[in-house]
Protein backbone atom coordinates (compact mmCIF):
# COMPACT_ATOMS: atom_id res chain seq x y z
CA UNK A 1 0.00 0.00 0.00
CA UNK A 2 1.41 3.51 -1.10
CA UNK A 3 0.65 6.13 1.70
CA UNK A 4 0.06 9.55 0.78
CA UNK A 5 0.48 11.88 2.53
CA UNK A 6 0.17 16.20 1.14
CA UNK A 7 2.53 18.54 2.64
CA UNK A 8 3.48 22.08 1.57
CA UNK A 9 7.01 22.37 0.30
CA UNK A 10 9.12 25.36 3.08
CA UNK A 11 10.90 26.88 -0.03
CA UNK A 12 8.24 27.11 -2.65
CA UNK A 13 4.66 26.06 -0.70
CA UNK A 14 3.83 24.05 -3.83
CA UNK A 15 1.62 21.03 -2.37
CA UNK A 16 3.22 17.45 -2.58
CA UNK A 17 2.81 13.97 -1.99
CA UNK A 18 5.76 13.72 1.18
CA UNK A 19 6.44 10.27 0.32
CA UNK A 20 7.05 10.55 -3.16
CA UNK A 21 9.72 13.19 -2.94
CA UNK A 22 13.08 11.87 -2.58
CA UNK A 23 14.41 15.75 -1.25
CA UNK A 24 11.61 16.03 1.39
CA UNK A 25 10.68 17.78 2.85
CA UNK A 26 11.14 20.27 -0.10
CA UNK A 27 9.49 19.47 -3.75
CA UNK A 28 12.48 19.31 -5.67
CA UNK A 29 16.37 19.19 -5.69
CA UNK A 30 16.09 22.57 -6.72
CA UNK A 31 14.17 23.71 -3.65
CA UNK A 32 16.51 21.77 -1.14
CA UNK A 33 19.61 23.55 -2.99
CA UNK A 34 18.24 27.06 -2.36
CA UNK A 35 17.77 26.11 1.51
CA UNK A 36 20.87 24.57 1.63
CA UNK A 37 22.01 28.34 -0.23
CA UNK A 38 20.52 30.15 2.94
CA UNK A 39 22.50 28.33 5.19
CA UNK A 40 25.79 28.91 4.02
CA UNK A 41 25.35 32.83 3.51
CA UNK A 42 24.39 33.04 7.24
CA UNK A 43 27.83 30.95 8.37
CA UNK A 44 29.58 33.17 6.30
CA UNK A 45 28.16 36.64 8.21
CA UNK A 46 28.99 35.79 11.64
CA UNK A 47 32.90 35.20 11.39
CA UNK A 48 33.15 38.38 9.33
CA UNK A 49 31.23 40.37 11.89
CA UNK A 50 33.57 39.57 14.49
CA UNK A 51 36.43 40.62 12.56
CA UNK A 52 34.97 44.32 12.11
CA UNK A 53 34.48 44.82 16.15
CA UNK A 54 38.45 43.32 16.50
CA UNK A 55 40.07 46.23 13.99
CA UNK A 56 37.93 48.81 15.93
CA UNK A 57 38.71 48.29 19.26
CA UNK A 58 42.48 48.79 18.44
CA UNK A 59 41.64 51.64 17.03
CA UNK A 60 39.85 53.18 20.02
CA UNK A 61 42.50 52.51 22.10
CA UNK A 62 44.99 55.08 20.05
CA UNK A 63 42.01 58.06 20.58
CA UNK A 64 40.70 57.82 24.13
CA UNK A 65 42.29 61.14 25.07
CA UNK A 66 40.16 63.28 22.47
CA UNK A 67 36.84 61.68 22.69
CA UNK A 68 36.09 62.13 26.80
CA UNK A 69 36.53 65.92 26.44
CA UNK A 70 34.00 66.15 24.07
CA UNK A 71 31.58 64.05 26.05
CA UNK A 72 31.42 65.93 29.45
CA UNK A 73 31.15 69.47 27.99
CA UNK A 74 27.74 68.04 26.48
CA UNK A 75 26.78 67.18 30.37
CA UNK A 76 26.90 70.03 31.39
ZN1 LIG B 1 9.52 23.46 -3.56
Request: proline content about 4%; glycine content about 6%; hydrophobic content about 20%.
Amino acid sequence: MNKTLKVKCPQCSIEFNYYSSEFRPFCSDRCQKIDLGHWFQESYVVPLKENVVDTETQENGNETDGGDEHNESDYN
